[in-house]
C-alpha cells in the first residue's frame, strides 16, 4: 500500500485555499460581474486576481517562489513549451 497522498482540483479545495491565502497575509474577495468572477487576494503593495480561489493560491505561491521577476525569459518560455508539447505540435 503506498503513503502517497493526493489531492486534486475540487470543490474541496476552495475553502482550504481561502484559507491558506489569509494565512500568508492576503485579504481575500470576490468581485462579481457580467463576465464572470473574479476573485482577488492583496497584501501590501501586491493585488492577484484570478477565476477561483485556488488558481490565486496558485498566483501566491508564484509570486512567493519567484519574487518580483517571475516572469520567464523567452529562452525558459520556448524550452518548457517543447518539453511539454504546449506548442500546438503534439502529434
Do not use: C, H
Amino acid at each position: 500500500m503506498s503513503n502517497l497522498e493526493q489531492i486534486a482540483d475540487a470543490g474541496n479545495t476552495l475553502v482550504p485555499a481561502i484559507l491558506t491565502l489569509r494565512a500568508l497575509g492576503f485579504t481575500v474577495t470576490r468581485e462579481e460581474r457580467d463576465d464572470g468572477d473574479w476573485w482577488l487576494a492583496q497584501a501590501d503593495n501586491l493585488e492577484l486576481r484570478a477565476s477561483d480561489p485556488l488558481k490565486l493560491l496558485g498566483l501566491a505561491e508564484l509570486r512567493r517562489a519567484r519574487g518580483s521577476k517571475w516572469k520567464a525569459t523567452d529562452s525558459k518560455i520556448d524550452e518548457i513549451l517543447r518539453e511539454y508539447t504546449l506548442d500546438g505540435d503534439a502529434g
